[in-house]
């Protein structure tokens, strides 16, 4: 495995699922890849499809409607494939945890390696997230 | 002759937020669509009666991260409107500068997200490119890029910077220099021209029956604002001109948004000149709220945000119902869809620039029969009496 994970290091293909977010996440994702930040220079990529993907950007508490969808997404993804939890959502539930429509365990729904908390995480927060994912792959 | 449907979603590559359209087709052509909703539903109204009003501005800022200063601004609104709360004048043009902003933000984000749903990435990379300047502005004045936490019952949280206010300026300056480069290339491009010029027409009367609002109305030639109709903040205070176009096709939803990027750019240097020399506190101590109910209306970039709060003379309000403007955007497809080849389906549907997490407010509940779960109200009235009945036994 360890071969493989230092290849996929070299060119980290994300893919975006927004599962319930406040969409703040979201743009802040999209605005990676614009110019300011323009994180494809470290050959960080956002795909359409999972099949392609090797990291899932997951943003969001997951609700009750959308958890199935979310299971079945990561399911459908090649192995291995890592998940980052952007914002407080994934790694908390922030003020939406007392909510009746959030699932109460995210982990069962789909496992989350890596979180990168703040809300909105900035974007120089999210590339060292996923840098230190790189770290940890190299190794 | 049998229709076909195209699903689309609700995980598209194109889509940002979670939802599904059906697409009935008759061989290119769009015939119906349908929209099915409730996977951004998070229960804001729920969890916001179970918490302190200073605490619910912070959850309806969570409703959507695009329109984060328009939930709260309409929440306050609502809140002060229970005791007529006033607040202090530079309080009112800090507010309308933090609500100016974010509509240039939002504007400029959809004008980039409308480049990449047609396949024109380098329009998307220019906006958000001069898009960074103005979430640049925002960390300036509130220390976050995005849910800035400005506003509070009575005021504001922060105080602009006076030594700030020139760095401010020369932003403003620069971005709208760009920002004028921007709709000088966008008005002569082909290749806008000819994906945007006649696509997904939404007649005045199509507008007015759906009961469009904001951007979508404003193109279609419906005057329609509510920093002109009801004036709060300090809308009175400022010179600004409020954009109609005709034609109400795509292309007239960008021409209106830019030109509205500019307004929103004169309001802010208006505010900013202002901040100079007014003077005077942030925010005014609200102790409590008495009990009693208040609406908040507020022009967010998409169109007006309606707030309503009920309070019981206690810490927390007892109802808050939020009505976003997407709402009544959304139904829309309905009229301007129908017609209309599937590739341009896509951009229409963006052209409203719809947002469903502010959308959602409620969910439909099944049963294990996959049936509506419904409630005879008079059953469970009567069932409650025969309990209390026998408990007085």
Same mark, same amino acid.
């Given at each position: 495995m360890s071969w493989y994970n230092k290849r996929l290091a070299k060119s980290i293909w994300v893919y975006h699922m927004s599962a319930s977010p406040c969409n703040n996440c979201d743009i802040e994702i999209l605005d990676l890849l614009t110019p300011k930040y323009d994180v494809e220079r470290f050959g960080i990529k956002l795909v359409g499809s999972v099949r392609h993907a090797d990291v899932i950007l997951l943003s969001g508490v997951i609700n009750q409607k959308v958890a199935p969808q979310v299971k079945k997404i990561y399911e459908q993804a090649a192995k291995p494939c890592f998940v980052v939890g952007v914002g407080t959502c994934p790694a908390s539930g922030c003020c939406f945890k007392d909510s009746y429509n959030t699932v109460k365990k995210r982990e069962d729904v789909i496992p989350i390696h890596l979180y990168i908390p703040g809300c909105p995480p900035k974007p120089e927060a999210m590339i060292e997230g996923v840098v230190k994912l790189a770290g940890v792959l190299n190794a | 002759m049998d229709k076909n449907v195209i699903p689309?979603?609700? *995980?598209?590559?194109?889509?940002?937020?979670?939802?599904?359209?059906?697409?009935?087709?008759?061989?290119?052509?769009?015939?119906?669509? !349908?929209?099915?909703?409730?996977?951004?539903?998070?229960?804001? &109204?729920?969890?916001? &009666?179970?918490?302190?009003?200073?605490?619910?501005? *912070?959850?309806?800022?969570?409703?959507?991260g695009i329109c984060s200063t328009s939930h709260p601004l309409a929440a306050v609104h609502a809140m002060e409107d229970v005791d007529n709360i006033e607040i202090p004048l530079r309080a009112r043009y800090i507010r309308t500068l933090v609500g100016e902003l974010e509509r240039i933000h939002s504007h400029l984000l959809w004008l980039g997200l409308a480049g990449h749903f047609i396949g024109?990435?380098?329009?998307?990379?220019?906006?958000?490119? *001069?898009? $960074?300047p103005v979430l640049q502005m925002f960390e300036i004045i509130s220390g976050n890029r995005n849910h800035y936490g400005m506003m509070r019952v009575g005021g504001v949280a922060k105080d602009v910077d006076p030594d700030?206010?020139?760095?401010?300026?020369?932003?403003?300056?620069?971005?709208?220099?760009?920002?004028?480069?921007?709709?000088?290339?966008?008005?002569?491009?082909?290749?806008?021209?000819?994906?945007?010029?006649?696509?997904?027409?939404?007649?005045?009367?199509?507008?007015?029956?759906?009961?469009?609002?904001?951007?979508?109305?404003?193109?279609?030639?419906?005057?329609?604002?509510?920093?002109?109709?009801?004036?709060?903040?300090?809308?009175?205070?400022? !010179?600004?001109?409020?954009?109609?176009? &005709?034609?109400? !096709?795509?292309? !007239?939803?960008?021409?209106?948004?830019?030109? $509205?990027?500019?307004?929103?750019?004169?309001?802010?240097?208006?505010?900013? $000149?202002?901040?100079?020399?007014?003077?005077?506190?942030?925010?005014?101590?609200?102790? $409590?709220?008495?009990?009693?109910?208040?609406?908040?209306?507020?022009?967010?970039?998409?169109g007006e945000v309606f707030h309503y709060v009920r309070t019981d003379g206690t810490n927390r309000p007892v109802r808050h119902k939020v009505r976003a403007p997407s709402y009544v955007n959304i139904p829309t497809f309905k009229a301007s869809c129908k017609g209309i080849p599937v590739a341009d389906a896509l951009i229409t549907l963006a052209a409203v620039d719809p947002c469903y997490c502010c959308t959602e407010r409620s969910i439909k509940i099944r049963d294990k029969n996959n049936e509506p779960y419904q409630l005879d109200l008079m059953k469970l009235s009567r069932e409650k009496t025969e309990q209390i009945r026998r408990q007085m036994k």
């Open positions: - | 689309v979603g609700p *995980y598209h590559p194109l889509l940002e937020e979670a939802e599904y359209f059906t697409l009935q087709v008759d061989g290119e052509t769009v015939v119906d669509i !349908d929209l099915e909703i409730g996977w951004m539903h998070r229960g804001h &109204e729920f969890i916001s &009666e179970s918490k302190t009003f200073t605490q619910s501005l *912070y959850l309806v800022e969570r409703i959507c024109y990435d380098t329009l998307w990379m220019w906006a958000w490119k *001069y898009r $960074e700030k206010i020139k760095s401010l300026l020369d932003i403003m300056d620069e971005i709208e220099k760009k920002i004028q480069m921007i709709a000088k290339a966008a008005n002569d491009d082909p290749v806008l021209k000819s994906r945007l010029k006649g696509v997904g027409v939404l007649t005045k009367k199509d507008a007015v029956d759906f009961c469009a609002v904001g951007p979508t109305a404003r193109a279609s030639g419906v005057s329609v604002d509510v920093r002109k109709d009801e004036p709060t903040d300090a809308y009175d205070l400022v !010179d600004f001109k409020i954009i109609v176009t &005709e034609n109400g !096709d795509v292309f !007239d939803k960008t021409v209106v948004r830019l030109l $509205e990027t500019f307004e929103s750019i004169k309001i802010c240097k208006q505010c900013l $000149e202002k901040l100079k020399t007014v003077n005077g506190g942030i925010r005014n101590n609200v102790k $409590e709220i008495s009990a009693g109910e208040g609406i908040g209306r507020y022009e967010a970039p998409r």
